[in-house]
């Protein structure tokens, strides 16, 4: 029997000021900025209307994994697979989902985000957990100093064996795109179980504070 998913958000205090001052400003030339296009243009939807969201919503560069993990770094049997979560927010069409067994790791495709971009929403799954598990969740981003990957965590999942919408997470990193030129800052996510079981992720968006 399949119980529904809960997700809490994990709490984010002086690791994220300590975070956010590694940067400074100046052009971002690693290698999360070489991938992201930031002047890629993003349709807007509103993929959590059923869940009493009102916000809209950018699908991230292959959020959906309908193109295998097109950019997504993979590791640990980490993998695009077969079956789509089951409101199909994306499309009628989409087929497919993030698999993450134990000790796997995936980073999705980088993108950009601004003073206006503050949060991401996914949908996940869990099979084979125990109450010690969790899928954690980071947001990538680059020192305009030092060019060094730097890593915040912005959330946790909690077991579930339904397909449901994770609450909003604040990535906070956001903030430093008014320390560049363009006003933005290159970042990817990265998704890790944590203890036993395997999980699924599917439909990966970021929330701009904007109408279409």
């Given at each position: 029997m399949f119980e529904a998913l809960g997700c809490r958000l994990a709490a984010v205090g002086l690791g994220a000021a300590?975070?956010?001052?590694?940067?400074?400003?100046?052009?971002?030339?690693?290698?999360?900025?070489?991938?992201?296009?930031?002047s890629a243009s993003r349709p807007l939807t509103q993929p959590f209307l059923p869940w009493a969201d009102l916000a809209n919503y950018a699908l991230s560069p292959d959020g959906g994994l309908e193109a295998g993990g097109k950019g997504w770094r993979l590791s640990g049997g980490a993998t695009s697979t077969a079956g789509n979560e089951p409101f199909f927010v994306g499309g009628s069409n989409d087929s497919r989902s993030?698999?993450?067994?134990?000790?796997?790791?995936?980073?999705?495709?980088?993108?950009?985000?601004?003073?206006?971009?503050?949060t991401i929403r996914f949908f996940t799954r869990s099979s084979?957990?125990?109450?010690?598990?969790?899928?954690?969740?980071e947001v990538l981003f680059e020192s305009a100093a030092t060019r060094a990957?730097?890593?915040?965590?912005?959330?946790t999942a909690t077991p579930g064996g339904n397909w449901w919408p994770?609450?909003?997470?604040?990535?906070?990193v956001n903030t430093l795109g008014a320390l560049s030129e363009d006003g933005m800052v290159p970042v990817a996510f990265r998704f890790t179980p944590v203890?036993?079981?395997?999980?699924?992720?599917?439909?990966?968006?970021?929330?701009?504070?904007?109408g279409p």
């Open positions: 300590g975070a956010l001052a590694l940067l400074a400003p100046g052009a971002y030339a690693g290698p999360i900025s070489s991938e992201a296009d930031c993030l698999h993450l067994p134990s000790g796997s790791s995936a980073t999705s495709a980088p993108t950009c985000v601004g003073l206006e971009w503050p084979g957990t125990s109450s010690l598990s969790s899928l954690r969740v990957t730097q890593s915040l965590q912005i959330g994770t609450p909003q997470m604040v990535m906070l203890a036993t079981g395997s999980w699924q992720i599917d439909d990966l968006y970021v929330d701009p504070w904007r």
